[in-house]
């Protein structure tokens, strides 16, 4: 299931946001210049539409110890995807790709036609999977000098 976050979420996104990204092999260094990016606020609720993808044992997805775990969050804010996180144990599963369909249809329902995302090198494979087109290159804001591709996905022709 996806719902939309809460404040109240705000602590366990941002330790899925870290844990994800740190799942790629960056070192302490690197994930320490990053963690204010990977930091979700209730400000950041007010600014853009964030959707948390949770267990549900109707999607496969069986909830662990009766209560259900999160399993990965997106964030929208007018025409950018600022946040896609899936939790490591979750990758692979579908979750991605359900939070992407739910990103491009908040995008749609805002008229928006194509949402941009700056995305990890590790997770470009993923957006090209899923019909993201590479359209150039952006600088990081955390880490100077580094470039990340910059995607564009055609939301009108996505379900």
Not at 116 to 123: N, Y
């Amino acid at each position: 299931m996806i719902r939309d976050a809460t404040p109240s979420d705000c602590e366990e996104l941002s330790a899925l946001a870290f844990a994800s990204k740190a799942s790629w092999g960056y070192d302490e260094g690197f994930m320490e210049a990053c963690r204010a990016e990977l930091t979700i606020s209730p400000e950041d609720l007010r600014n853009a539409r964030v959707r948390v993808a949770y267990e549900d044992e109707m999607l496969g997805f069986p909830a662990m110890l009766g209560f259900p775990a999160m399993l990965g969050f997106h964030g929208v804010r007018g025409d950018e995807l600022d946040w896609l996180f899936v939790a490591p144990a979750s990758m692979g599963r579908g979750v991605g790709r359900a939070l992407l369909l739910d990103a491009c249809a908040i995008a749609r329902a805002n008229g928006v036609e194509a949402l941009r995302v700056e995305a990890d090198p590790f997770a470009a494979e993923f957006y090209e999977h899923v019909g993201a087109h590479r359209v150039g290159e952006a600088e990081s804001s955390s880490i100077a000098g580094r470039v990340l591709p910059l995607y564009a996905i055609d939301v009108t022709s996505v379900p």
